[in-house]
């Protein structure tokens, strides 16, 4: 497969990834291929979101809209895409409500529920199915000629089943807590067979074009420290470990592997022995602080609060500034990024600046 690519130009990130010293942090961001972007309403037009995820023209043509425009000041794409399309994959029905958010008009209501035991039974063919995702990521492959590395995702076991039960985004997430302290069980159940979808679509990723992948556990503020242990991160590390032996079995070579817990701040030290090579930390984890727990066991990744980015330049600086002098200079052992995703009012210029000063402070 990877002789169909060409060579690739940039590689600070993975080099990062894999431990290496660089002259300069390399910089993404969560969410650069979307809302913020004027062009990318010109190119979605009138489609539905999944429509876009759909379709791999459409979905690697948003990926590469803030590589082109922010040419040379960003080091690695990230495939257009979602994290509910394994659920879709496994039958349920996702829907993408203008002002809402994603929705699922048939959430699990209880282990009782018939879908309940359809979803844990049924034999899903994660790369039939989701095989849009995979053209996608070969055609974008394809169209970066190598200018940067490409990143695949999932999103983690346990933020897809606060989804799949909760039937979107929630508040109180009364639902997801009912399960996992009324039915631990059937939760750990579902867990695990999300966990094994997570492990063949990552691989199914990697084989397609994908040079580093990354989990995101985007509810995982929503545990405690206990239930975290119990009904988080065992699935985590199931995903690390079985994921490169999946590869091999596909004679594919590893790839670099990133885990984002947001909210998680509690597990850090975990996380670090988690089996992963690169760690994302949201805002709420002080620089200084993250590095010292990490103890060069694993690339930290992150962290600066998105909303800087309505701030103006001298904010930006400072956060940046604050960021380098925090994860020990930036020459080895950090990727910047943001602590989370860039928000959708953000003005494209204030984003330029930010990777602008990443690059400046950075390589000083």
């Known amino acids: 497969m990877s002789s169909q690519f060409e060579p690739l130009q940039n590689d600070l990130l993975l080099r990062v990834a894999t ?39 459409i979905a690697s043509t948003l990926t590469l ?44 209501k209880s282990p009782d529920d018939p879908q309940y035991i359809r979803l844990l039974t049924k034999k899903v063919d994660i790369k039939e199915s989701l095989d849009y995702v995979y053209k996608a990521i070969t055609l974008t492959r394809q169209r970066l000629r190598g200018r940067v590395p490409l990143i695949g995702f999932c999103g983690a076991p346990w933020t897809l089943l606060c989804y799949m039960v909760e039937g979107g985004g929630s508040k109180l997430f009364i639902q997801v807590k009912t399960w996992v302290f009324k039915y631990p ?40 420290p206990t239930s975290f242990d119990i009904f988080c991160l065992p699935y985590l590390r199931y995903i690390s470990t079985h994921l490169p032996e999946r590869l091999r079995e596909l004679n594919h070579a590893r790839v670099p592997m990133t885990v ?20 994302g930390l949201d805002w709420l984890q002080d ?16 962290n600066a609060d998105p909303g800087v980015l309505y701030g103006g330049k001298e904010a930006i600086t400072e956060v940046v500034e604050a960021m380098v002098k925090g994860f020990g200079g930036g020459k ?13 009012k953000v003005d494209p210029d204030d984003l330029k600046f930010f990777f602008e000063e990443i690059h400046r402070v950075g390589g000083i």
């Open 332 to 344: 080895q052992g950090w990727i910047a990024n943001l602590g989370h995703g860039i928000t959708p």
């Open 185 to 224: 069980d059937a939760s750990q159940k579902l867990l695990q067979k999300i966990a094994e979808l997570c492990v063949e679509y990552l691989a199914q990723q990697v084989v397609a074009g994908a040079q580093l992948v990354q989990v995101f556990d985007s509810w995982a503020s929503e545990l405690s």
């Open 260 to 279: 984002f817990a947001k909210g998680a701040w509690y597990a850090l030290d975990a996380l670090c022995d988690s089996g992963y090579d690169v760690v």
């Open 65 to 108: 809209q803030p590589i082109d425009r922010y040419a040379g000041l960003i080091d690695a794409a990230i495939i257009f895409s979602d994290i509910l399309v394994i659920p879709q994959a496994m039958g349920m029905t996702v829907e993408m409500l203008d002002g809402k958010g994603p929705h699922f008009p048939e959430p699990l």
């Open 287 to 302: 620089p200084k602080e993250a590095f010292r727990i990490a103890r060069n066991r694993v690339v930290l990744q992150g």
């Open 19 to 57: 431990g290496q010293k660089v002259p300069r942090p390399p910089v993404w961001v969560m969410r650069q291929a979307g809302r913020y972007l004027p062009e990318y309403h010109e190119a979605k037009g009138d489609r539905d979101f999944f429509e876009c995820c759909r379709s791999p023209d």
